[in-house]
């Protein structure tokens, strides 16, 4: 009997997907829960395992196309054995989302339209009014709008949104020359476009199109600074007693089955700074502070195509143990593409540890709508002074960047230097 391979809802709110790529073709075999192919949403990229073993009779969907969650993708089955499954329509699509939305709810169309989330999102970032919402013809599921009529609007729009009423800093009462913009006091660049792309003939140079996810990325760091001013504070902390602990207890974690990394004691050292300070914990909101109670941790994991954070939930309730098998979990299947959306998403701070590439310390970016981010660097034994005697010990640079809208320098010193002491500490008395 033939089985249905079929586009996985990978997520309470994920409604589609792409199919990135085909790992196995028409005609051939394979076996059950070995990888068949890849699904992109905005959040993650996956491989998805075969839900069955035999000949694949039919590819339905082909790469690149975004169909909703439940399609039928491709046909497991015996050699011969007939199928009779239609080529679903490809276009983005929308689907009906049971939360509501009051994000610019035009007249025109009944109350009861839904939008998805990332199609809200759109709409509210480049301010896309009542009556401008009203134009756009939507070509999703029941005359819905998607993301490529959003798309479509954005490319042919002009002239400034009727529903901004933009009022550049130099121009507010009390400023004088300090906002200024650059054109007006050094004069306009010599081009302020940027030039075409030339691949013709006798280029040596080739255009890679954007993954998604690098995409994704980019819009993500871009909409992150344009929000968010990033303050940077630098500590260092002496890493020897984590790494005598580590060392001592290492076997005694191998025999559980789990690998006892430096990136666990800085979830820990985090989670308790954190508690020390929630307000490092919350997010910057219009309406006012939004606390989180929830300590969920981000790890940023480098993939082959990109970054992914993936998040430690409720790290706070959770041993040096329960952490590091976290972990290990988040980032291995994060490498193997095998990582559900809700395990990216819901996370309050983040960690990213670029140390591991031998970088000393560095200025990392928000990851919204969090308010801080903390990059540690590699760890080198160094010259201190300790009671007045020098002495070589493993030095660390903690690097925290914060969103100067909700935190404060002092704030951020703070924080920081707890982090500090709970490593130069370890384990706490």
């Not at 029941?142 to 800093?169: H, M, W, Y």
């Not at 602990?245 to 089955?257: N, P, V």
């Amino acid at each position: 009997m033939a089985t249905n391979v079929v586009m996985p809802q990978l997520g309470e709110s994920v409604v589609e997907g792409t199919v990135g790529k085909w790992f196995k073709q028409a005609g051939e075999e394979i076996e059950q829960y070995e990888s068949i192919l890849e699904v992109i949403t905005d959040k993650v990229t996956t491989e998805i395992p075969s839900p069955a073993a035999g000949t694949i009779l039919q590819i339905i969907v082909p790469e690149g196309a975004t169909v909703k969650a439940g399609t039928v993708l491709a046909i497991i089955g015996a050699v011969g054995e007939q199928t009779a499954v239609t080529t679903p329509a490809l276009e983005m699509q929308t689907t009906k989302i049971d939360t509501p939305t009051s994000i610019h709810q035009s007249p025109s169309r009944p109350l009861t339209q839904r939008l998805t989330p990332v199609v809200a999102r759109m709409i509210s970032e480049n301010n896309v009014g009542d009556a401008e919402l009203a134009k756009i013809h939507g070509t999703g599921e029941g005359g819905r709008i998607s993301k490529k009529d959003i798309e479509n609007f954005l490319k042919t729009r002009t002239g400034v949104p009727p529903t901004v009423a933009v009022v550049p800093p130099w121009e507010q009462p009390g400023t004088g020359e300090l906002f200024r913009p650059t054109e007006e006091v050094f004069g306009k660049p010599s081009s302020s476009a940027i030039p075409p792309l030339k691949t013709g003939e006798g280029s040596k140079d080739e255009v890679i199109p954007l993954s998604p996810m690098r995409r994704a990325i980019a819009e993500h760091m871009v909409r992150s600074k344009q929000i968010a001013p990033h303050v940077t504070t630098v500590h260092e902390a002496d890493m020897g007693r984590v790494m005598a602990y580590q060392q001592a207890h290492e076997a005694e974690f191998a025999k559980q089955g789990v690998k006892l990394t430096l990136t666990a004691f800085f979830v820990q050292a985090v989670v308790a700074a954190l508690k020390a300070f929630p307000i490092v914990n919350a997010s910057f909101t219009d309406q006012g502070i939004l606390m989180k109670r929830d300590i969920n941790i981000g790890v940023a994991v480098a993939i082959s195509d990109g970054l992914i954070v993936p998040v430690v939930k409720n790290a706070d309730e959770k041993s040096l143990l329960g952490i590091a098998r976290a972990v290990n979990d988040l980032a291995s299947r994060a490498r193997a593409k095998r990582l559900q959306p809700d395990e990216v998403q819901e996370g309050t701070f983040t960690i990213t540890n670029y140390g591991v590439f031998g970088s000393l310390f560095g200025t990392p970016v928000i990851n919204q709508p969090q308010s801080a981010i903390l990059g540690v660097g590699t760890i080198q034994k160094r010259p201190v002074v300790i009671n007045d005697a020098i002495a070589i010990r493993p030095m660390i640079y903690l690097a925290l960047t914060i969103d100067h809208r909700l935190l404060d320098g002092a704030i951020g010193d703070q924080f920081t230097e707890k982090v500090k002491r709970f490593l130069e500490e370890y384990p706490a008395m």
